[in-house]
């Protein structure tokens, strides 16, 4: 699990998860320390842009309010459509 420096913490509760290296107080980082943080947001940049594009369909970025059953389908629908948008350039 990436996550950003909000969930400080959060490798109590899940073992695998990585969250950005804090700077120590009245300290720096080091060089693999920065390295390490710059790699970990590279890669979370790309599932924010990713979560972005899903919310213009307002399925995620509002409350849903038809069936329960049916927002499986429609979020796999959307999902298939923003896959084919990539694929076709």
């Keep these: 699990m990436l ?3 909000g969930y400080q913490g959060l490798d109590k ?8 290296q804090r700077k120590p107080r009245k300290g ?3 060089g693999e320390q920065k390295r390490s943080n710059r790699e ?6 790309v599932v924010e842009h990713v979560i ?4 213009i ?3 995620l970025a ?5 069936r329960r059953q049916r927002f499986s389908l429609r979020f796999k629908l959307i999902a298939g459509l ?3 948008g990539l694929s076709r350039g």
């Design 3 to 5: 996550a950003d420096s």
């Design 13 to 20: 509760l899940h073992a695998k998860s990585r969250t950005p």
């Design 28 to 30: 720096e980082l080091t």
């Design 40 to 45: 970990l947001a590279r890669r979370r940049v």
């Design 52 to 55: 972005r594009s899903l919310k």
């Design 57 to 59: 369909f307002r399925i």
């Design 62 to 66: 509002e409350r849903y309010r038809n």
């Design 82 to 84: 923003y896959n084919y």
